[in-house]
């Protein structure tokens, strides 16, 4: 098997022109990592944000999401990729953590490790990988059945590999960012190697729960961000008080008092 360290991972940003003024906090915020793609759909964007990025692939803007992740996947090498969404802020993240998680992915030929925090709930399963999750310290796998709300497929932070990411493209590259999650396609992705994490150790992060070897922040939903009233919560009642000091800073730093992405 062949040795990949956390450094070696390709850091794989998806994100549109609409989202420059978050896509500037994004990039700022994995600058320091190697290996990272951008993929957007214009070239319009400010030289600072462009470089961050060691490559930058163009999708035409006319095609389903899919078909634009598609694309953009013929164009990088590496066989596995940490695919984020400009709007999920990395706050922090831990390497010698990563490349163990990293190993595992290989070595277990995972085909998607979605990296939010998930509770599981049959405790008897929780630990597929055997005792290799010690590795890492308190942390479980499972390769995760389609059930309930809690998606086998989305879009969150995740490291993929790269050959089974362009097989869903393919499959569903008529559907767009809004349908990507949809039945069809949990039901597809239900075949696959999809694993969740749980670990003991997380941050509550308003939209998600994240393990404190890898926690971002969803700063934005639905083209909105995240409520700063000193309550804590987002619109949703999802608190994220082990962050909401990060994200006043954000504010601060980013001007964002003014944007055009609070809720009416």
């Given at each position: 098997?062949?040795?990949?360290?956390?450094?070696?991972?390709?850091?794989v940003t998806y994100s549109?022109?609409?989202?420059?003024?978050?896509?500037?906090?994004?990039?700022?915020?994995?600058?320091?990592?190697?290996?990272?793609?951008?993929?957007?759909?214009?070239?319009?964007?400010?030289?600072?944000?462009?470089?961050?990025?060691?490559?930058?692939?163009?999708?035409?803007?006319?095609?389903?999401?899919?078909?634009r992740i598609l694309h953009?996947?013929?164009?990088?090498?590496?066989?596995?990729?940490?695919?984020?969404?400009?709007?999920?802020?990395?706050?922090?993240?831990?390497?010698?953590?990563?490349?163990?998680?990293?190993?595992?992915?290989?070595?277990?030929?995972?085909?998607?490790?979605?990296?939010?925090?998930?509770?599981?709930?049959?405790?008897?399963?929780?630990?597929?990988?055997?005792?290799?999750?010690?590795?890492?310290?308190?942390?479980?796998?499972?390769?995760?059945?389609?059930?309930?709300?809690?998606?086998?497929?989305?879009?969150?932070?995740?490291?993929?590999?790269?050959?089974?990411?362009?097989?869903?493209?393919?499959?569903f590259n008529h559907l767009?960012?809004?349908?990507?999650?949809?039945?069809?396609?949990?039901?597809?992705?239900?075949?696959?190697?999809?694993?969740?994490?749980?670990?003991?150790?997380?941050?509550?992060?308003?939209?998600?729960?994240?393990?404190?070897?890898?926690?971002?922040?969803?700063?934005?939903?639905?083209?909105?961000?995240?409520?700063?009233?000193?309550?804590?919560?987002?619109?949703?009642?999802?608190?994220?008080?082990?962050?909401?000091?990060?994200?006043?800073?954000?504010?601060?730093?980013?001007?964002?008092?003014?944007?055009?992405?609070?809720?009416?």
């Amino acid at each position: 098997m062949t040795t990949l360290t956390y450094d070696d991972l390709r850091h794989v940003t998806y994100s549109h022109s609409d989202y420059v003024d978050i896509l500037q906090i994004h990039a700022d915020y994995i600058s320091h990592k190697k290996n990272k793609t951008l993929i957007i759909d214009t070239d319009s964007i400010p030289q600072n944000i462009k470089d961050v990025y060691d490559q930058i692939i163009y999708y035409d803007d006319s095609l389903p999401y899919a078909s634009r992740i598609l694309h953009c996947l013929n164009s990088i090498e590496e066989d596995f990729v940490l695919l984020m969404h400009d709007n999920d802020i990395l706050l922090r993240s831990d390497g010698d953590k990563m490349e163990q998680i990293l190993h595992l992915c290989m070595k277990h030929n995972m085909d998607r490790l979605d990296l939010q925090n998930t509770c599981f709930r049959n405790k008897t399963n929780d630990i597929i990988v055997n005792n290799e999750c010690q590795l890492v310290g308190q942390v479980a796998f499972r390769n995760h059945p389609v059930m309930g709300d809690n998606y086998v497929y989305n879009v969150n932070p995740s490291i993929w590999n790269k050959q089974s990411l362009s097989m869903v493209m393919e499959q569903f590259n008529h559907l767009g960012y809004r349908e990507i999650e949809g039945p069809e396609v949990q039901q597809f992705c239900g075949g696959l190697k999809i694993y969740k994490i749980s670990t003991s150790n997380f941050s509550s992060c308003g939209h998600f729960d994240c393990a404190d070897f890898f926690t971002f922040f969803h700063i934005t939903h639905g083209g909105e961000l995240v409520p700063f009233d000193g309550t804590h919560k987002n619109k949703y009642g999802r608190p994220y008080e082990n962050v909401a000091s990060q994200y006043q800073q954000i504010i601060k730093k980013y001007k964002l008092f003014n944007s055009k992405r609070w809720s009416s």
